[in-house]
């Protein structure tokens, strides 16, 4: 079952994933001919960003989240780049009828609980030589949060896989075996630093904690993530990035 993100609410927050995106962005090899494949591309900052450097090419942006969806089509509408927007389940086949120049992901890898068949949908539809950046969550993250909601809810917060943090090895083989040549794979410690209770709070339910929250009533949730702000002592989130770069071999 996808997550029903609050798509209105995450694109009005700061994200550290603008950070990430753009640095994806700049390391892309592009001319501006190119059609860019986006994996898991949200609300469509990154899918729209990318787009405004591609003045002849096209951004496929696949998701899957309705909420998400509904939101990217509205800021592609109003854009008038070039991003097809496309419903995909990461873990089917995917459906691009022509091979793409490129593939990028932010943030979105470490909810596929499957690497091995989600490498594997993306170099069916990559060209030859044709590469994959991406940043998602790695081994170690969040690992802060975690032991704060187990502290305060008693439950395991990897119940029910919601997420899929990789060591940067396992990832390596994954790619190798989808045909993707790894190039680099490494993990980069990233921690998120707020200014105040409320923002950390607001974070915590909206980004970081939204899976594992759907199992109380929905007016219990402040509490708990009030309980956690403060279990956590900082106002922090302890992110641990994979960083991958790869080629379609």
Known sequence: MVHSWQAT???????PHLAWGDEIIAQLPLTGAETVLDAGAGTGRDALKLASRLPTGRVLALESSETMLARLREKVAASGLPVDVVDANLLEPLPVSTPVDAAMSVATFHWIHDHKALFANLAEVMKKGAPLLADCGGNGNIDRVKSAFHAVTGRDPDSGRP????????????????????LE????????????RAEHEEFLATIVLGPQLEGYPA??????????????GDW???YVRLKIRAKKA
């Open 9 to 15: 609410k995450y694109d009005e927050m700061f994200l």
């Open 163 to 182: 997420w899929n943090f990789a060591e940067p090895q396992e990832t390596a083989d994954h790619l190798a075996s989808a045909g993707l040549e790894p």
């Open 185 to 196: 794979v490494r993990l980069v410690r990233d921690t998120i630093f707020f200014y105040s």
């Open 219 to 232: 007016e219990e949730r402040p509490e708990i993530v009030r309980r956690i702000s403060r279990a956590m």
């Open 236 to 238: 922090v989130v302890d």
